[in-house]
Nanobody, 121 residues
Framework: QVQLAESGGGLVQTGGSLRLSCAAS????????MGWFRQAPGKEREFVVC????????NYADSVKGRFTISRDNAKNTVYLQMNSLKPEDTAVYYC??????????????WGQGTQVTVSS
């Protein structure tokens, strides 16, 4: 069992930056691939990025490539999402997820409650 808690969301202007954190409970954090997803009002949840268990594989959605960076600190049981050059279309609730594989579908085993990111124009 893994519990995930996101933090770091907020309101930022276009072009600004935010760093999201996702803290995981349990001693098996390093055995999970981690993903970030987001859901804007009235839209489906969409894939943002994922990171394999070892960190050897990272997959970004085209919409965030070059602007967002995922990383993990297994010693702190935490995964991060550094978001730069934010755009109004990045406004959404951001969720972290833990699962077996770094995949773009929503087939992850555990999900956090989400953190709101709002980018003003």
């Amino acid at each position: 069992q893994v519990q995930l808690a996101e933090s770091g969301g907020g309101l930022v202007q276009t072009g600004g930056s935010l760093r999201l954190s996702c803290a995981a409970s349990g001693r098996t954090f390093s055995s999970y691939a981690m993903g970030w997803f987001r859901q804007a009002p009235g839209k489906e949840r969409e894939f943002v990025v994922c990171l394999s268990r070892t960190g050897g594989m990272i997959n970004y959605a085209d919409s965030v490539k070059g602007r967002f960076t995922i990383s993990r600190d297994n010693a702190k049981n935490t995964v991060y999402l550094q978001m730069n050059s934010l755009k109004p279309e990045d406004t959404a609730v951001y969720y972290c997820a833990a699962g077996t594989y770094c995949i773009s579908s929503a087939l992850y085993d555990y999900w956090g409650q989400g953190t709101q990111v709002t980018v003003s124009s």
